[in-house]
């Protein structure tokens, strides 16, 4: 069965679940990048992170649900977010 996604959703997660995986996604690419961030901070790249995450896992067809799957994909859109920054940062664009 396809279950349908709000723009500020992730599949089988709720609001207050999918700003529990921002944090925790934001908090893991915090410190796989060596970075120093805020709780607001890992909030907001967490979820960003999770819309990056399940746009490339749509790409890979990579089917993912529940709390461990979102947490995962998101981790790993965060950890591109903050490599891509990073790497912006380095080559002197502001």
Not at 12 to 31: H, N, R, S, V
Not at 44 to 52: K, Y
């Amino acid at each position: 069965m396809e279950q349908s996604v709000g723009i500020m959703g992730m599949p089988g997660i709720g609001f207050f679940g999918m700003l529990l995986i921002g944090f925790l996604a934001g908090y893991i690419a915090e410190k796989a990048m060596n970075r120093d961030h805020g709780l607001f901070t890992n909030i907001l790249v967490g979820i960003a992170g999770s819309f990056v995450g399940g746009t490339l896992a749509g790409l890979l067809d990579f089917n993912y649900q529940g709390f461990l799957g979102n947490l995962i994909v998101a981790a790993v859109g965060a950890i591109a977010i903050l490599w891509i920054f990073g790497r912006a940062k380095a080559s002197g664009v502001n």
